[in-house]
């Protein structure tokens, strides 16, 4: 590559939707023909990265909350296979509860459910 000269940003990247300042994630379309994914990018420092780290780490140190938590995943799934938005619903007052086990503050607690919660 010359010098100066830009890579052009990925594919998926150009499909990007938009960003709502008041979300702490970014949604992006799903490519026509093919299979829809779930994708979304957490700034390391951030509300969404903490969430996920502490939710995967208390399930690694948690065997019985992991045991749990699969067959609702699988069970939601099942119910909303083409509705993220439901699915996510339907998941959130578990992981509400991860993270309240893992002290996080009420005031974190509250941002994580209106993201979850926050329809298109």
């Not at 940003?9 to 970014?26: H, K, Q, V």
């Not at 023909?33 to 779930?38: D, E, P, V, Y």
């Not at 699915?87 to 996080?104: I, K, M, S």
């Amino acid at each position: 590559m010359a010098p100066g000269q830009r890579l052009k940003a990925p594919w998926l990247l150009s499909r990007f939707l938009a960003i709502w300042e008041s979300r702490i994630r970014a949604a992006f379309a799903s490519p026509a023909g093919l299979a829809a994914h779930h994708l979304y990018l957490c700034v390391r420092g951030g509300i969404a990265f903490a969430n996920h780290v502490t939710i995967r780490d208390y399930l690694r140190r948690n065997s019985q909350a992991a045991a749990a938590y699969g067959p609702l995943k699988k069970q939601v799934a099942q119910r909303f296979p083409t509705d993220g938005e439901s699915y996510l619903d339907g998941t959130t007052e578990f992981l509400l509860g991860v993270l309240g086990e893992a002290a996080w503050l009420e005031e974190a607690l509250r941002a994580v459910d209106h993201a979850n919660r926050m329809k298109e």
